[in-house]
Protein backbone atom coordinates (compact mmCIF):
# COMPACT_ATOMS: atom_id res chain seq x y z
CA UNK A 1 0.00 0.00 0.00
CA UNK A 2 1.17 3.49 -0.63
CA UNK A 3 -0.11 6.87 0.42
CA UNK A 4 0.70 10.47 -0.60
CA UNK A 5 2.43 12.26 2.45
CA UNK A 6 4.01 15.67 2.45
CA UNK A 7 6.46 16.53 4.90
CA UNK A 8 7.87 19.82 5.77
CA UNK A 9 11.22 20.94 7.29
CA UNK A 10 11.47 24.20 8.62
CA UNK A 11 15.39 24.21 9.22
CA UNK A 12 17.25 27.09 10.05
CA UNK A 13 18.66 27.70 6.97
CA UNK A 14 15.94 26.27 4.35
CA UNK A 15 12.69 25.30 4.44
CA UNK A 16 11.69 22.26 2.85
CA UNK A 17 8.25 20.58 1.65
CA UNK A 18 8.27 17.08 -0.19
CA UNK A 19 5.59 15.53 -1.55
CA UNK A 20 5.61 11.94 -2.25
CA UNK A 21 4.21 8.87 -2.37
CA UNK A 22 5.34 6.30 0.48
CA UNK A 23 5.43 2.50 0.16
CA UNK A 24 4.86 0.93 3.35
CA UNK A 25 8.43 -0.56 2.69
CA UNK A 26 9.29 2.76 3.19
CA UNK A 27 10.20 3.20 -0.90
CA UNK A 28 9.60 6.97 -1.52
CA UNK A 29 8.64 7.83 -4.78
CA UNK A 30 9.23 11.94 -5.01
CA UNK A 31 6.39 13.82 -6.65
CA UNK A 32 7.82 16.90 -6.11
CA UNK A 33 10.19 19.29 -3.99
CA UNK A 34 9.84 23.28 -3.00
CA UNK A 35 12.76 24.04 -1.61
CA UNK A 36 13.47 28.10 -0.29
CA UNK A 37 15.93 29.29 1.89
CA UNK A 38 14.82 29.94 5.58
CA UNK A 39 13.84 33.34 6.98
CA UNK A 40 12.15 33.90 10.55
CA UNK A 41 14.04 31.37 12.35
CA UNK A 42 17.13 31.45 14.84
CA UNK A 43 18.56 28.02 16.07
CA UNK A 44 15.30 26.36 15.18
CA UNK A 45 13.13 28.48 16.44
CA UNK A 46 10.31 30.74 14.59
CA UNK A 47 11.26 34.15 16.13
CA UNK A 48 9.38 36.29 13.33
CA UNK A 49 6.01 34.86 12.00
CA UNK A 50 5.78 36.63 9.34
CA UNK A 51 9.38 35.83 7.66
CA UNK A 52 8.47 32.08 9.07
CA UNK A 53 4.86 32.14 7.29
CA UNK A 54 6.53 33.93 3.57
CA UNK A 55 9.04 31.13 3.69
CA UNK A 56 6.90 28.19 4.56
CA UNK A 57 4.38 29.68 1.74
CA UNK A 58 6.79 29.71 -0.94
CA UNK A 59 8.32 26.57 -0.24
CA UNK A 60 4.79 24.62 -0.09
CA UNK A 61 3.92 26.93 -3.52
CA UNK A 62 7.06 25.23 -5.25
CA UNK A 63 6.26 21.58 -4.16
CA UNK A 64 2.59 22.07 -5.24
CA UNK A 65 3.68 23.53 -8.64
CA UNK A 66 5.98 20.45 -9.37
CA UNK A 67 3.88 18.16 -7.96
CA UNK A 68 0.46 19.06 -9.30
CA UNK A 69 -0.74 18.35 -5.99
CA UNK A 70 -2.73 20.77 -3.42
CA UNK A 71 -1.25 20.17 0.05
CA UNK A 72 -3.69 20.24 2.81
CA UNK A 73 -1.62 18.42 5.53
CA UNK A 74 1.91 17.70 6.19
CA UNK A 75 4.16 16.01 8.55
CA UNK A 76 6.32 18.92 10.18
CA UNK A 77 9.27 18.53 11.94
CA UNK A 78 10.52 20.68 15.13
CA UNK A 79 13.88 21.29 17.16
CA UNK A 80 15.17 24.14 19.79
CA UNK A 81 16.60 24.77 22.36
CA UNK A 82 13.41 24.66 24.00
CA UNK A 83 12.92 20.67 23.94
CA UNK A 84 13.72 18.18 26.21
CA UNK A 85 13.28 14.58 26.68
CA UNK A 86 13.00 11.66 29.34
CA UNK A 87 12.02 8.62 30.05
CA UNK A 88 8.89 6.99 31.64
CA UNK A 89 7.79 3.64 33.00
CA UNK A 90 3.91 3.35 33.37
CA UNK A 91 2.16 0.11 34.47
CA UNK A 92 -1.47 -1.62 33.98
CA UNK A 93 -3.24 -4.59 35.76
CA UNK A 94 -4.19 -6.66 32.72
CA UNK A 95 -7.63 -6.16 32.28
CA UNK A 96 -9.24 -9.49 30.71
CA UNK A 97 -10.44 -12.45 32.78
CA UNK A 98 -8.23 -14.74 30.96
CA UNK A 99 -5.58 -12.40 31.61
CA UNK A 100 -4.55 -12.09 27.71
CA UNK A 101 -3.07 -9.19 26.96
CA UNK A 102 -4.89 -6.53 24.76
CA UNK A 103 -4.38 -2.66 23.22
CA UNK A 104 -6.16 -1.26 25.60
CA UNK A 105 -3.87 -2.57 28.39
CA UNK A 106 -1.27 -1.12 26.51
CA UNK A 107 -3.00 1.94 26.38
CA UNK A 108 -3.45 2.39 30.31
CA UNK A 109 -0.04 1.53 30.30
CA UNK A 110 1.08 3.98 28.19
CA UNK A 111 -1.42 6.72 29.66
CA UNK A 112 -0.12 5.90 32.86
CA UNK A 113 3.77 6.58 31.73
CA UNK A 114 2.39 9.74 30.08
CA UNK A 115 0.74 10.68 33.73
CA UNK A 116 4.48 13.00 34.56
CA UNK A 117 4.76 16.02 35.67
CA UNK A 118 4.67 18.24 32.81
CA UNK A 119 5.29 22.12 33.69
CA UNK A 120 2.38 23.93 32.59
CA UNK A 121 4.32 26.02 30.16
CA UNK A 122 5.07 22.95 27.99
CA UNK A 123 3.64 20.55 25.95
CA UNK A 124 4.07 17.00 24.80
CA UNK A 125 5.06 15.94 21.54
CA UNK A 126 5.78 12.39 21.85
CA UNK A 127 5.36 9.69 23.83
CA UNK A 128 6.87 6.76 22.19
CA UNK A 129 6.47 2.93 23.73
CA UNK A 130 9.89 1.31 23.47
CA UNK A 131 9.43 -2.29 25.35
CA UNK A 132 7.06 -4.11 27.80
CA UNK A 133 7.60 -5.94 30.43
CA UNK A 134 5.31 -8.92 31.41
CA UNK A 135 5.34 -9.91 35.03
CA UNK A 136 8.52 -8.57 35.15
CA UNK A 137 9.84 -10.31 32.21
CA UNK A 138 11.83 -7.61 30.50
CA UNK A 139 12.77 -6.80 26.80
CA UNK A 140 8.84 -7.60 25.13
CA UNK A 141 8.46 -5.68 22.07
CA UNK A 142 5.00 -6.80 21.02
CA UNK A 143 3.04 -8.46 24.23
CA UNK A 144 -0.22 -8.68 22.45
CA UNK A 145 -1.75 -11.86 22.61
CA UNK A 146 0.80 -12.83 25.46
CA UNK A 147 -0.77 -13.65 29.19
CA UNK A 148 0.17 -12.28 32.07
CA UNK A 149 -1.27 -10.05 35.35
CA UNK A 150 1.08 -7.13 35.05
CA UNK A 151 2.05 -4.76 32.26
CA UNK A 152 4.78 -2.25 32.23
CA UNK A 153 6.11 0.12 29.62
CA UNK A 154 8.87 1.72 28.91
CA UNK A 155 8.11 4.98 26.84
CA UNK A 156 10.47 7.96 25.94
CA UNK A 157 8.90 10.96 26.11
CA UNK A 158 9.81 14.84 24.42
CA UNK A 159 8.34 18.11 25.26
CA UNK A 160 8.46 21.62 24.45
CA UNK A 161 8.04 24.81 25.11
CA UNK A 162 4.20 25.87 24.18
CA UNK A 163 5.15 29.43 22.58
CA UNK A 164 7.68 27.81 20.50
CA UNK A 165 5.24 25.01 19.39
CA UNK A 166 2.53 27.48 19.09
CA UNK A 167 4.66 29.56 17.14
CA UNK A 168 5.71 26.93 14.23
CA UNK A 169 1.93 25.63 14.57
CA UNK A 170 1.16 29.03 13.82
CA UNK A 171 3.69 29.69 10.90
CA UNK A 172 2.80 26.59 8.98
CA UNK A 173 -1.38 27.24 9.02
CA UNK A 174 -0.98 30.42 8.02
CA UNK A 175 0.57 29.21 5.19
CA UNK A 176 -2.65 27.44 4.78
CA UNK A 177 -1.52 23.96 5.36
CA UNK A 178 -2.86 22.20 8.69
CA UNK A 179 -0.55 20.32 10.88
CA UNK A 180 -0.63 16.12 10.69
CA UNK A 181 1.88 15.74 12.94
CA UNK A 182 4.67 17.45 14.84
CA UNK A 183 7.87 15.19 14.37
CA UNK A 184 11.16 16.01 16.59
CA UNK A 185 13.70 16.24 14.00
CA UNK A 186 16.14 13.73 14.55
CA UNK A 187 13.41 11.32 15.01
CA UNK A 188 12.38 12.38 11.48
CA UNK A 189 16.44 12.47 10.13
CA UNK A 190 16.39 8.64 11.81
CA UNK A 191 13.64 7.18 9.70
CA UNK A 192 15.85 8.51 6.61
CA UNK A 193 19.56 7.60 7.41
CA UNK A 194 18.90 4.59 9.75
CA UNK A 195 18.64 1.02 8.79
CA UNK A 196 16.75 -1.21 11.63
CA UNK A 197 20.06 -2.93 12.71
CA UNK A 198 21.65 0.08 12.99
CA UNK A 199 18.32 0.59 15.50
CA UNK A 200 18.87 -2.69 16.96
CA UNK A 201 22.45 -2.87 17.75
CA UNK A 202 22.59 0.59 19.31
CA UNK A 203 23.73 3.83 17.32
CA UNK A 204 23.57 7.59 17.84
CA UNK A 205 22.09 10.02 15.21
CA UNK A 206 23.54 13.27 14.88
CA UNK A 207 21.99 15.60 12.89
CA UNK A 208 23.61 18.92 12.30
CA UNK A 209 22.27 21.37 10.65
CA UNK A 210 22.73 25.26 9.95
CA UNK A 211 21.03 26.55 13.82
CA UNK A 212 21.38 23.51 15.52
CA UNK A 213 22.87 19.38 16.68
CA UNK A 214 20.05 17.47 16.70
CA UNK A 215 20.62 13.63 18.81
CA UNK A 216 18.90 10.18 18.89
CA UNK A 217 19.96 7.80 20.12
CA UNK A 218 17.99 4.20 19.58
CA UNK A 219 19.69 0.74 21.21
CA UNK A 220 17.17 -2.33 20.92
CA UNK A 221 15.27 -0.61 18.08
CA UNK A 222 13.75 1.68 20.48
CA UNK A 223 14.50 5.74 21.27
CA UNK A 224 16.68 5.92 24.69
CA UNK A 225 17.67 9.84 24.47
CA UNK A 226 16.75 12.85 22.07
CA UNK A 227 18.34 16.17 22.33
CA UNK A 228 19.14 19.24 20.74
CA UNK A 229 21.82 21.40 20.89
CA UNK A 230 21.68 25.19 19.45
CA UNK A 231 25.07 24.83 17.78
CA UNK A 232 25.74 23.90 14.06
CA UNK A 233 26.73 25.13 10.72
CA UNK A 234 26.10 29.23 11.16
CA UNK A 235 28.77 29.06 14.27
CA UNK A 236 31.12 27.81 11.27
CA UNK A 237 30.62 30.76 9.20
CA UNK A 238 30.43 33.24 12.14
CA UNK A 239 33.75 31.91 13.41
CA UNK A 240 35.54 32.69 9.76
CA UNK A 241 33.80 35.98 10.00
CA UNK A 242 34.97 36.96 13.19
CA UNK A 243 38.79 35.87 12.73
CA UNK A 244 39.09 36.46 9.31
CA UNK A 245 37.52 39.60 8.89
CA UNK A 246 35.57 39.06 5.84
CA UNK A 247 31.49 39.73 5.07
CA UNK A 248 29.29 36.75 5.71
CA UNK A 249 28.73 35.79 2.13
CA UNK A 250 32.34 35.32 1.80
CA UNK A 251 32.84 33.56 4.73
CA UNK A 252 30.36 30.94 3.51
CA UNK A 253 31.84 30.05 0.36
CA UNK A 254 34.78 29.51 2.12
CA UNK A 255 33.53 27.11 3.65
CA UNK A 256 31.56 25.26 1.12
CA UNK A 257 34.50 25.72 -1.51
CA UNK A 258 38.17 25.29 1.02
CA UNK A 259 36.59 23.42 4.33
CA UNK A 260 37.58 20.61 6.16
CA UNK A 261 36.99 19.60 9.45
CA UNK A 262 40.83 18.44 10.08
CA UNK A 263 43.44 20.95 9.02
CA UNK A 264 46.86 19.04 8.99
CA UNK A 265 50.20 20.17 9.09
CA UNK A 266 51.04 23.81 8.66
CA UNK A 267 52.22 24.95 4.93
CA UNK A 268 55.31 26.16 4.89
CA UNK A 269 56.03 30.04 4.78
CA UNK A 270 54.60 31.60 2.00
CA UNK A 271 53.57 28.42 0.12
CA UNK A 272 51.01 29.72 -2.65
CA UNK A 273 48.89 26.83 -2.94
CA UNK A 274 47.92 27.58 0.83
CA UNK A 275 46.61 31.33 -0.19
CA UNK A 276 43.32 32.02 -1.02
CA UNK A 277 42.23 35.54 -2.49
CA UNK A 278 38.76 36.82 -0.19
CA UNK A 279 37.05 40.08 -0.60
CA UNK A 280 37.54 42.08 2.90
CA UNK A 281 35.42 43.84 4.64
CA UNK A 282 36.20 47.26 2.96
CA UNK A 283 34.79 47.20 -0.82
CA UNK A 284 36.93 46.84 -3.57
CA UNK A 285 39.92 45.50 -1.47
CA UNK A 286 41.33 41.59 -1.61
CA UNK A 287 42.97 39.70 1.43
CA UNK A 288 44.91 36.62 1.24
CA UNK A 289 43.74 33.90 3.43
CA UNK A 290 45.30 31.25 4.60
CA UNK A 291 43.62 27.88 4.00
CA UNK A 292 44.91 26.30 6.60
CA UNK A 293 44.17 28.58 9.03
CA UNK A 294 40.21 28.51 7.34
CA UNK A 295 40.24 24.75 8.09
CA UNK A 296 42.14 25.54 11.65
CA UNK A 297 38.95 27.72 12.23
CA UNK A 298 36.93 25.40 11.44
CA UNK A 299 38.31 21.77 13.17
CA UNK A 300 38.57 23.99 16.54
CA UNK A 301 34.81 24.18 15.91
CA UNK A 302 33.99 20.89 14.90
CA UNK A 303 36.01 19.73 17.71
CA UNK A 304 33.73 21.91 20.34
CA UNK A 305 30.51 20.45 18.73
CA UNK A 306 32.14 16.54 19.24
CA UNK A 307 32.57 17.36 22.70
CA UNK A 308 29.03 18.38 22.92
CA UNK A 309 28.16 15.24 21.14
CA UNK A 310 30.17 13.18 23.84
CA UNK A 311 28.03 14.92 26.58
CA UNK A 312 24.92 13.47 24.89
CA UNK A 313 26.24 10.05 25.11
CA UNK A 314 27.71 9.95 28.57
CA UNK A 315 23.99 11.55 29.90
CA UNK A 316 22.46 8.96 27.99
CA UNK A 317 24.25 6.88 30.09
CA UNK A 318 24.96 4.09 26.64
CA UNK A 319 28.60 5.10 26.56
CA UNK A 320 30.76 2.15 25.19
CA UNK A 321 27.13 0.46 24.24
CA UNK A 322 26.89 1.87 20.54
CA UNK A 323 28.30 -1.03 18.22
CA UNK A 324 26.56 0.88 15.42
CA UNK A 325 28.68 4.19 16.19
CA UNK A 326 27.68 7.48 14.97
CA UNK A 327 25.58 8.49 11.74
CA UNK A 328 26.13 11.75 10.62
CA UNK A 329 23.64 13.73 8.67
CA UNK A 330 22.31 17.34 8.24
CA UNK A 331 24.28 19.90 5.99
CA UNK A 332 27.34 20.29 8.40
CA UNK A 333 27.61 16.15 7.65
CA UNK A 334 29.35 17.72 4.51
CA UNK A 335 32.19 19.38 5.54
CA UNK A 336 35.20 16.87 4.61
CA UNK A 337 36.26 15.26 7.15
CA UNK A 338 34.39 15.63 9.67
CA UNK A 339 33.15 11.90 10.40
CA UNK A 340 37.15 11.28 10.36
CA UNK A 341 37.48 13.81 13.01
CA UNK A 342 34.07 12.32 15.09
CA UNK A 343 35.83 9.09 14.61
CA UNK A 344 39.41 10.05 15.81
CA UNK A 345 38.06 11.70 18.59
CA UNK A 346 35.35 9.14 20.29
CA UNK A 347 37.03 6.01 18.67
CA UNK A 348 33.63 4.81 17.59
CA UNK A 349 32.23 3.97 14.00
CA UNK A 350 31.23 7.16 12.06
CA UNK A 351 29.75 7.34 8.64
CA UNK A 352 27.74 9.79 7.01
CA UNK A 353 24.11 8.67 6.41
CA UNK A 354 22.43 9.77 3.34
CA UNK A 355 18.71 8.88 2.47
CA UNK A 356 18.17 6.56 0.50
CA UNK A 357 15.56 4.21 -1.55
CA UNK A 358 14.03 7.47 -3.25
CA UNK A 359 12.86 7.40 -7.05
CA UNK A 360 10.81 10.03 -9.12
CA UNK A 361 11.57 13.54 -8.88
CA UNK A 362 14.40 13.09 -5.80
CA UNK A 363 16.68 15.83 -7.46
CA UNK A 364 19.51 16.09 -4.47
CA UNK A 365 17.34 14.81 -1.73
CA UNK A 366 19.91 11.65 -2.05
CA UNK A 367 22.03 14.28 0.49
CA UNK A 368 22.45 14.60 3.96
CA UNK A 369 20.79 18.24 4.49
CA UNK A 370 17.64 16.23 3.09
CA UNK A 371 17.50 13.24 6.38
CA UNK A 372 14.33 15.51 8.09
CA UNK A 373 12.23 16.34 5.29
CA UNK A 374 12.45 12.42 3.55
CA UNK A 375 12.42 11.19 7.52
CA UNK A 376 8.92 13.09 7.70
CA UNK A 377 7.46 11.31 4.97
CA UNK A 378 8.61 7.79 6.11
CA UNK A 379 7.52 8.48 9.71
CA UNK A 380 4.13 9.80 8.09
CA UNK A 381 3.96 6.63 6.38
CA UNK A 382 4.81 4.52 9.74
CA UNK A 383 3.06 5.90 12.29
CA UNK A 384 0.31 7.92 10.73
CA UNK A 385 -1.90 10.80 11.78
CA UNK A 386 -1.10 11.15 15.61
CA UNK A 387 -4.07 13.48 15.25
CA UNK A 388 -7.49 12.23 15.19
CA UNK A 389 -9.36 14.30 12.58
CA UNK A 390 -12.68 14.09 13.36
CA UNK A 391 -15.22 17.07 13.83
CA UNK A 392 -15.77 16.44 17.59
CA UNK A 393 -11.73 15.83 18.81
CA UNK A 394 -11.81 18.87 20.05
CA UNK A 395 -8.61 19.61 18.21
CA UNK A 396 -8.70 23.50 18.08
CA UNK A 397 -9.60 23.66 21.42
CA UNK A 398 -5.87 24.10 23.14
CA UNK A 399 -3.25 24.88 21.01
CA UNK A 400 -4.63 24.63 17.50
CA UNK A 401 -2.85 21.10 17.17
CA UNK A 402 -4.85 18.65 19.47
CA UNK A 403 -5.63 18.24 22.90
CA UNK A 404 -3.41 15.70 24.88
CA UNK A 405 -5.88 13.16 25.10
CA UNK A 406 -6.91 13.09 21.28
CA UNK A 407 -3.03 12.95 20.61
CA UNK A 408 -2.65 10.19 22.94
CA UNK A 409 -4.75 8.16 21.44
CA UNK A 410 -3.37 8.83 17.76
CA UNK A 411 -0.01 7.89 19.72
CA UNK A 412 -1.23 4.56 20.50
CA UNK A 413 -2.23 4.06 16.98
CA UNK A 414 1.20 5.12 16.01
CA UNK A 415 2.99 2.42 18.05
CA UNK A 416 0.76 -0.09 18.96
CA UNK A 417 2.80 -3.21 17.44
N1 LIG B 1 29.97 21.02 2.09
C1 LIG B 1 29.68 21.65 3.23
N2 LIG B 1 30.66 21.92 4.12
C2 LIG B 1 30.41 22.56 5.27
N3 LIG B 1 29.19 22.97 5.65
C3 LIG B 1 28.18 22.73 4.80
C4 LIG B 1 28.36 22.07 3.57
N4 LIG B 1 27.16 21.99 2.94
C5 LIG B 1 26.27 22.59 3.77
N5 LIG B 1 26.88 23.05 4.87
C6 LIG B 1 26.27 23.78 6.00
O1 LIG B 1 25.15 23.09 6.46
C7 LIG B 1 24.24 24.03 7.06
C8 LIG B 1 22.84 23.77 6.56
O2 LIG B 1 22.49 22.47 6.91
P1 LIG B 1 20.98 22.01 6.86
O3 LIG B 1 20.39 22.27 5.54
O4 LIG B 1 20.95 20.60 7.36
O5 LIG B 1 20.36 23.00 7.96
P2 LIG B 1 18.84 23.31 8.35
O6 LIG B 1 18.08 22.04 8.31
O7 LIG B 1 18.33 24.45 7.56
O8 LIG B 1 19.03 23.85 9.85
P3 LIG B 1 18.62 23.24 11.27
O9 LIG B 1 18.31 21.80 11.09
O10 LIG B 1 19.82 23.46 12.13
O11 LIG B 1 17.45 24.05 11.72
C9 LIG B 1 24.71 25.42 6.67
O12 LIG B 1 25.34 26.01 7.77
C10 LIG B 1 25.72 25.12 5.56
O13 LIG B 1 26.75 26.07 5.52
MG1 LIG C 1 17.70 20.54 9.70
New binding site residues.
Given amino acids: MQRTIVGI ?8 TVVAQVHESGKVNVLGVGLTA ?1 KG ?1 D ?2 VVVNIEDAVNAITTSVEKAERVSGYRIGTAFV ?1 I ?1 GRHISSLNSRGVAAVGRPDHEITRSDIARAVESAQAVAVPTQRDIIHVIPRAYQVDGNDGIRDPIGMSGFRLEVETHIVTGEVMAIQNLIKSVQKAGVEIDDLVL ?1 PLASGEAVLSPEDKDRGVMLV ?8 IAIFVNGGVYHTSVIPV ?3 Q ?2 NDIVYVLHTPHNTA ?1 YL ?2 RY ?1 CAIAGDPPEPNDPNDLIDVDTLTMGEKQKVSRHLLNEI ?1 QSRAEQIVELIYNEIRRSEFEGMLPAGIVL ?4 A ?3 R ?1 DELVRDMLGVPVRVGVPNDLSGLADTLDT ?5 AVGLLRWGSRHGLAMLNTPHSGLQERNGWGNTYERFKGWLREFLP
Avoid at 9 to 16: A, E, I, L, P, Q
Avoid at 207 to 213: A, L, S, V, Y
Avoid at 368 to 372: D, E, H, L, V
Fill in positions: DVGTTKVCSLKGGAQDIGGGTTDGGNFTEKLGLTGGCQLPFPPYAT
